[in-house]
Each structure stands twice: as structure tokens, then as C-alpha cells.
T-cell receptor
Framework: DAKTTQPPSMDCAEGRAANLPCNHSTISGNEYVYWYRQIHSQGPQYIIHGLKNNETNEMASLIITEDRKSSTLILPHATLRDTAVYYCIVRATLESMRFGAGTRLTVKP | SAVISQKPSRDICQRGTSLTIQCQVDSQVTMMFWYRQQPGQSLTLIATANQGSEATYESGFVIDKFPISRPNLTFSTLTVSNMSPEDSSIYLC????????????FGQGTRLTVV
């Protein structure tokens, strides 16, 4: 059973912000929200994770709604190299990462 | 982050044979996992590699087909046994160091083609 729902694909113009949504309405109190991406022919790359507060790092920002039932990954200035499949995963500590279908983001010039 | 080395990076194998994939990490890790990614699909968890004991397999995966070893905290192997063309996939190793952080790191994968 998938714990997250993501749109299958999105486009974004180069230099603009990419906002990738994720629904996780059945998330439990001890489960974190993780984001990974997979660029073609490479292993998944960790982007960011959070529990309930918004998080920001050098790659992206993670906005989690107050009820924790959804979140948004923001790439502030998308480049062509950000074209990838983005996976939103919810899991508790010591659990394995289980991947859904993800969102295929295409950044266009 | 953890540096993960998977070998081989790719291979073409005859049906009916077996291939062992190695995963070496540059530091001790708490958890090690093996995933399969079939062409055009997402990642599917095969099993958790447990140090010094039998791996924990996910539904649909069995030890006879995918035997796994983990002799220490930095190394694991996955064997794909009695291969058929349906086993053609990318196989990925993933590791976590829970004392350091909560994120998992992935190797670059082994691209297996069975002919």
C-alpha cells in the first residue's frame, strides 16, 4: 500500500521555482517525510527530510502542512540538471525506504 | 555521507547462471538494504541484510532466489540465482548510519541483463 501520492509528471521552466507536491494523509506521528531524486541511470540521491517543521538545505526547502497530511518540495531556481524523478517517502526510524512511482520533473530551457 | 561501491556496475549473463553483486561501504553502517529497479519502474525493496544472521525478505522475494550475506558492518552481497530474462534489472544497495543521521544513501547500482 502506497503511503504517498504524487503527480506522475511536472514541467518547470529553467530558473523558476519547482514546487513538487506530495499527499500523505495517513502519516503517523513518528513518521518522517523524505525526498529523494533519481537522475537517469544513477542511484537515488537524498534531498531533504522533516518531521513537522519546515526544513531548508542547500538543495531545497521542504514545507509540511500543519496537519502533516501533505508536503511540498521546493527547488528555488530549477536548472536543467534538476530533471529527474522525485520520490516522496514517509517512514519511521529503523524502517526501510519504500518508493512509490514518484514525479518525473522536466526542467525546460 | 557514506561512499558506497557496488561491483560489478553492469553485466550480461546467460540464463540459468548466477551473479553475485558486492556492496562495500567506506564506514560502518547500521542498516543495509537491497533493491531492484525493473526497466521504467520505481525501486522495490528485496530485503534487509542483517549482520550475522539471515536477511529479512519482502513479500515476493525468497532466499533461494536472492541469497544475501552480510559478514560485517561494511560489506554485503546479493546473489541473483538461476537467472531468467525477467531478472534483467538494476540492483541497488542502500545503507544507513542511524547514529549519524536519518537518511539512507544509495550505490550507483548494478545493471544486469540476462540473455
Amino acid at each position: 500500500d502506497a503511503k504517498t501520492t504524487q503527480p506522475p509528471s511536472m514541467d518547470c521552466a529553467e530558473g523558476r521555482a519547482a514546487n513538487l507536491p506530495c499527499n500523505h494523509s495517513t502519516i503517523s506521528g513518528n513518521e518522517y517525510v523524505y525526498w529523494y531524486r533519481q537522475i537517469h541511470s544513477q542511484g537515488p540521491q537524498y534531498i531533504i527530510h522533516g518531521l513537522k517543521n519546515n526544513e531548508t538545505n542547500e538543495m531545497a526547502s521542504l514545507i509540511i502542512t500543519e496537519d502533516r497530511k501533505s508536503s511540498t518540495l521546493i527547488l528555488p531556481h530549477a536548472t536543467l540538471r534538476d530533471t529527474a524523478v522525485y520520490y516522496c517517502i514517509v517512514r519511521a526510524t529503523l524502517e526501510s525506504m519504500r518508493f512509490g512511482a514518484g514525479t518525473r520533473l522536466t526542467v525546460k530551457p | 555521507s557514506a561512499v558506497i561501491s557496488q561491483k560489478p556496475s553492469r553485466d550480461i549473463c546467460q540464463r540459468g547462471t548466477s551473479l553475485t553483486i558486492q556492496c562495500q561501504v567506506d564506514s560502518q553502517v547500521t542498516m543495509m538494504f537491497w533493491y531492484r529497479q525493473q526497466p521504467g519502474q520505481s525501486l522495490t525493496l528485496i530485503a534487509t541484510a542483517n549482520q550475522g544472521s539471515e536477511a529479512t525478505y519482502e513479500s515476493g522475494f525468497v532466499i533461494d532466489k536472492f541469497p544475501i550475506s552480510r559478514p560485517n558492518l561494511t560489506f554485503s552481497t546479493l546473489t541473483v540465482s538461476n537467472m531468467s530474462p525477467e531478472d534483467s534489472s538494476i540492483y541497488l544497495c542502500s545503507v544507513e548510519r542511524l547514529a549519524v543521521g536519518l537518511e539512507a544513501f544509495f550505490g550507483q547500482g548494478t545493471r544486469l541483463t540476462v540473455v
